[in-house]
């Protein structure tokens, strides 16, 4: 069966560093999403993604947040300049059609780490 | 904000008994995920709904499509120990994210 995957499974990394955190979404599926969540808590959206470019964005995902899809099957998330509170899980999904709801599949998730 | 509240936080049952648990909003959702946490991994799809009223089942799992829009019910039969996890619910108004409950932790006694 399709899943999604993400690499690494655990990251960690200084404050002030800049991190990049890979996904491999679903081969069919066209829209693309990163979720975060701090230990303990609820799931949260941070962005969607469509056709090369950010379709939603919360207010978590500010400047120092960036998303791509540098070819065909990678979608990366990254963070410029880390902070201790961006220590979370993140999770990678996908779905095949985006707006007006669909069900999303998730990654398994890359806890990161800063120190 | 848009907030989907879960109850129960936690439940203890014994294996065989039959679980119910609900989520709740304010605010009117068109489309409703149920997922279930492990810990350390992802959310895994459970069930999806997307009309007022549905009710759809997979295996053991039935949810509900609440009929006010505002709210989904989960219900686990005859529940067995791989059913301890976590329980979320997530609720889509025709934009392109999930809004995430609280969650449920579930724990069976053997």
């Known amino acids: 069966e399709p899943e999604v995957t993400q690499t690494p499974s655990h990251q960690v990394t200084q404050m002030g560093q800049e991190v990049i955190l890979r996904c491999v979404p679903i081969s069919n599926h066209l829209y693309f999403y990163w979720y975060r969540q701090i230990l303990g808590q609820k799931v949260e959206f941070l962005v969607s993604?469509?056709?090369?470019?950010?379709?939603?964005k919360s207010e978590i995902f500010d400047d120092q947040f960036s998303v791509e899809r540098p070819d065909g099957s990678n979608f990366t998330l990254k963070i410029r300049s880390t902070k201790l509170e961006d220590s979370a899980m993140y999770f990678c999904?996908?779905?095949?059609?985006?707006?007006?709801?669909?069900?999303?599949?998730f990654g398994p998730g890359t806890r990161l780490t800063v120190t | 904000g848009q907030q989907l509240n879960q109850s129960p936080q936690s439940m203890f049952i014994q294996e065989g008994e039959d679980v119910s648990m609900n989520c709740t909003s304010s605010?009117?959702?068109?489309?409703w995920l149920w997922y279930k946490q492990d810990p350390g991994e992802g959310p895994v799809l459970l069930i999806a709904?997307?009309?007022?009223?549905e009710l759809t089942s997979n295996g053991r799992l039935t949810a509900q499509f609440g009929i006010t829009r505002k709210d989904s019910f989960l219900n686990i039969s005859a529940s067995i120990p791989s059913d301890v996890g976590i329980y979320f619910c997530?609720?889509?108004?025709?934009?392109?994210?999930?809004?995430f409950g609280t969650g449920t932790r579930l724990k069976v006694l053997a």
């Open positions: 709904l997307y009309k007022a009223g």
């Open positions: 993604f469509y056709n090369n470019e950010i379709s939603e």
């Open positions: 605010s009117i959702f068109n489309t």
């Open positions: 999904a996908s779905s095949e059609i985006g707006q007006g709801g669909y069900e999303q599949y």
């Open positions: 997530a609720g889509q108004r025709g934009t392109y994210k999930y809004i």
